[in-house]
T-cell receptor
Framework: NAGVTQTPKFQVLKTGQSMTLQCAQD?????MYWYRQDPGMGLRLIYY???????DKGEVPNGYNVSRLNKREFSLRLESAAPSQTSVYFC??????????FGQGTRLTVV | GQQLNQSPQSMFIQEGEDVSMNCTSS?????WLWYKQDPGEGPVLLIA?????ELTSNGRLTAQFGITRKDSFLNISASIPSDVGIYFC???????????FGQGTTLQVKP
């Protein structure tokens, strides 16, 4: 029972490179989220998907794109990474009004 | 920007003392969640609240869903060293279903 799995766990990118963060859940939840966490800022919502095929912007969507491939997977793409995107990224999932379960995080450094 | 205001930002207390933290917003929520995060880990749920006015306890922790649906508080009684960590409130917006987080309260406990 993996819950929420994020890959990779660590990544270093050069400015301008692109990459995709993967998230998969085996909890059969409809809602999935991508957050970034920076010191003193809490978790800020990047994108939200209420169900397969739907996505919605969160508080800080600029520089990111997402894809809800199916019910299980929700990916986050950085098309042209910038140093300001250095952060810890968390994927989460829940079923409507319920607790959200989190992955272990992806630590991204852009140099 | 951030729609949830969490306070205090940090607390340094003596073991055995009680702790109180709260979150407020101008938005209306249908769910309030309180999480704790240890270094290098994802947030872990402490208490979930689903109804305005609801008061829920989990051991030494007590949380309440504000009657206006715009605020919540968390109390920790008789703190112990393992209570150290970052505590986050999270609210699910009634109008969009998005789950957003406060900035966090960093708790340090002196033995």
């Amino acid at each position: 029972n993996a819950g929420v799995t994020q890959t990779p766990k660590f990544q270093v990118l050069k400015t301008g490179q692109s990459m995709t963060l993967q998230c998969a859940q085996d909890m059969n939840h409809n809602s999935m989220y991508w957050y970034r966490q920076d010191p003193g800022m809490g978790l800020r919502l990047i994108y939200y998907s209420a169900s397969e095929g739907t996505t919605d912007k969160g508080e800080v969507p600029n520089g990111y794109n997402v894809s809800r491939l199916n019910k299980r997977e929700f990916s986050l793409r950085l098309e042209s990474a910038a140093p300001s995107q250095t952060s810890v990224y968390f994927c989460a999932t829940n079923r409507g009004r319920s607790e959200a379960f989190f992955g272990q995080g992806t630590r991204l450094t852009v140099v | 920007g951030q729609q949830l205001n969490q306070s205090p930002q940090s607390m340094f207390i003596q073991e055995g003392e009680d702790v109180s933290m709260n979150c407020t917003s101008s938005s209306i929520f249908n769910t309030w969640l309180w999480y704790k995060q240890d270094p290098g880990e994802g947030p872990v749920l402490l208490i979930a609240l689903y109804k305005a006015g609801e008061l829920t306890s989990n051991g030494r922790l007590t949380a309440q869903f504000g009657i206006t649906r715009k605020d919540s508080f968390l109390n920790i009684s008789a703190s112990i060293p393992s209570d150290v960590g970052i505590y986050f409130c999270a609210g699910q917006l009634s109008n969009t279903g998005k789950l957003i987080f406060g900035q966090g309260t960093t708790l340090q406990v002196k033995p």
